[in-house]
């Protein structure tokens, strides 16, 4: 309850804040914000694409989280969604079967992919104590330049070489019945794939042996490690969950939100994950909650400066605002620690004396 509402005051100091840097602009903060907020949710279709656009945010976000709990730091997400995408759009292009097959093959094949490229920095930081700071960033970069090579070697689009042919309607995540329910939104079935791993790594974390041995891997290593616990095993095996989410966070967003990849693009999404991890303070429920609201974000942002002059840059200032109180939450839990010490002493006093009621 105590970390929601450090969330909860983060996000409210963020607003506070963009709405200041309007009024130095000279523009109305609460017509942006209205305009920001009817960008977003006006109608069911806005409502869609906003669900559609928080989507790949569960999946980064939930990776992030579940690395922090074994006491890393997955800065990979990026290059692990670039191969997860890969991988499925490499399968989608390349074999005919009949769409369930093929569906859960891609996604298969995302999952895979990403756990793949996080093994390495997983494998670095159990044997060699190499940080996954530096490995995950230099992995990003190898991812990069493999998607910008492999794509028009092999899957060349039609008319341009900086993008894959587009991927038929079966190899897609898109549904028609989501597609009329939110009249012509880009919402997907990577969204129940994204509740899905939402409700499984909580399970994990929550309630299996393996979580516990993850969670004190994180706490203290080397107290994990005198408790009889295989470290290094959980430290590569972290990584792999957490690659392997990134990776579908990949399929999400090459097969569901677009049905290309492009060449030249590190998806922000991998880096935008950390951010959804720290607001949700790495709690898998809270990585949904926290993903739908930077979704909102980014879809309201184009409304609010199509209405006002307010410039779009400002929806990534708030992120970025909100990020930093997120990230000196301590700082808020202790002010809130405070005031519920004062207001519980402030009550202590007020109650009458045992033993002096009234006559």
Same mark, same amino acid.
């Given at each position: 309850?105590?970390?929601?509402?450090?969330?909860?005051?983060?996000?409210?100091?963020?607003?506070?804040?963009?709405?200041?840097?309007?009024?130095?602009?000279?523009?109305?903060?609460?017509?942006?914000?209205?305009?920001?907020?009817?960008?977003?949710?006006?109608?069911?279709?806005?409502?869609?694409?906003?669900?559609?656009?928080?989507?790949?945010?569960?999946?980064?976000?939930?990776?992030?989280?579940?690395?922090?709990?074994?006491?890393?730091?997955?800065?990979?997400?990026?290059?692990?969604?670039?191969?997860?995408?890969?991988?499925?759009?490499?399968?989608?292009?390349?074999?005919?079967?009949? &769409?369930?097959?093929? %569906?859960?093959?891609? =996604?298969?094949? @995302? !999952?895979? *992919?990403?756990?793949?490229? +996080?093994?390495?920095? /997983?494998?670095?930081?159990?044997?060699?104590?190499?940080?996954?700071?530096?490995?995950?960033?230099?992995?990003?970069?190898?991812?990069?330049?493999?998607?910008?090579?492999?794509?028009?070697?092999?899957?060349?689009?039609?008319?341009?070489?900086?993008?894959?042919?587009?991927?038929?309607?079966?190899?897609?995540?898109?549904?028609?019945?989501?597609?009329?329910?939110?009249?012509?939104?880009?919402?997907?079935?990577?969204?129940?794939?994204?509740?899905?791993?939402?409700?499984?790594?909580?399970?994990?974390?929550?309630?299996?042996?393996?979580?516990?041995?993850?969670?004190?891997?994180?706490?203290?290593?080397?107290?994990?490690?005198?408790?009889?616990?295989?470290?290094? &095993?959980?430290?590569? %095996?972290?990584?792999? =969950?957490?690659? @392997? !989410?990134? *990776?579908?966070?990949?399929? +999400?967003?090459?097969? /569901?939100?677009?049905?290309?990849?492009?060449?030249?693009?590190?998806?922000?999404?991998?880096?935008?994950?950390?951010?959804?991890?720290?607001?949700?303070?790495?709690?898998?429920?809270?990585?949904?909650?926290?993903?739908?609201?930077?979704?909102?974000?980014?879809?309201?942002?184009?409304?609010?400066?199509?209405?006002?002059?307010?410039?779009?840059?400002?929806?990534?200032?708030?992120?970025?605002?909100?990020?930093?109180?997120?990230?000196?939450?301590?700082?808020?839990?202790?002010?809130?620690?405070?005031?519920?010490?004062?207001?519980?002493?402030?009550?202590?006093?007020?109650?009458?004396?045992?033993?002096?009621?009234?006559?």
């Amino acid at each position: 309850m105590r970390n929601t509402i450090v969330s909860l005051i983060a996000i409210a100091l963020g607003l506070v804040a963009g709405g200041i840097l309007m009024l130095f602009i000279g523009a109305n903060p609460f017509e942006g914000y209205a305009y920001l907020f009817q960008g977003a949710l006006k109608n069911i279709q806005r409502i869609g694409d906003t669900l559609a656009t928080a989507t790949p945010l569960i999946f980064t976000g939930l990776s992030v989280a579940f690395a922090f709990k074994t006491g890393l730091f997955n800065i990979g997400a990026a290059g692990q969604m670039l191969i997860g995408g890969l991988c499925a759009t490499a399968v989608g292009l390349t074999f005919d079967f009949s &769409r369930p097959v093929l %569906l859960l093959l891609m =996604i298969f094949a @995302g !999952l895979i *992919g990403g756990a793949l490229w +996080a093994f390495i920095p /997983g494998l670095l930081k159990a044997k060699f104590n190499v940080h996954e700071v530096v490995s995950t960033i230099m992995m990003n970069w190898v991812a990069y330049w493999t998607v910008y090579y492999t794509v028009p070697g092999y899957f060349k689009g039609e008319f341009l070489e900086t993008e894959s042919r587009k991927l038929p309607d079966a190899a897609t995540l898109k549904a028609p019945f989501l597609t009329e329910m939110f009249q012509g939104s880009y919402i997907n079935l990577g969204l129940f794939l994204g509740v899905l791993a939402v409700i499984i790594i909580w399970f994990i974390i929550e309630k299996t042996t393996l979580g516990f041995e993850l969670k004190a891997v994180g706490f203290n290593r080397f107290a994990a490690e005198y408790a009889g616990m295989k470290v290094n &095993r959980n430290i590569i %095996l972290s990584m792999l =969950i957490a690659g @392997g !989410l990134a *990776g579908l966070g990949g399929v +999400a967003m090459y097969t /569901g939100n677009a049905s290309s990849m492009q060449i030249g693009i590190l998806p922000a999404q991998g880096y935008d994950g950390i951010a959804v991890s720290l607001l949700a303070n790495n709690h898998p429920i809270g990585v949904f909650f926290a993903a739908v609201f930077f979704g909102l974000l980014y879809s309201g942002t184009g409304f609010m400066n199509a209405m006002t002059e307010i410039p779009p840059e400002l929806a990534n200032t708030i992120i970025a605002i909100i990020i930093y109180f997120a990230a000196t939450s301590i700082l808020i839990e202790r002010l809130v620690n405070k005031f519920m010490k004062n207001k519980n002493n402030k009550k202590a006093m007020d109650a009458p004396a045992p033993g002096k009621g009234e006559l």
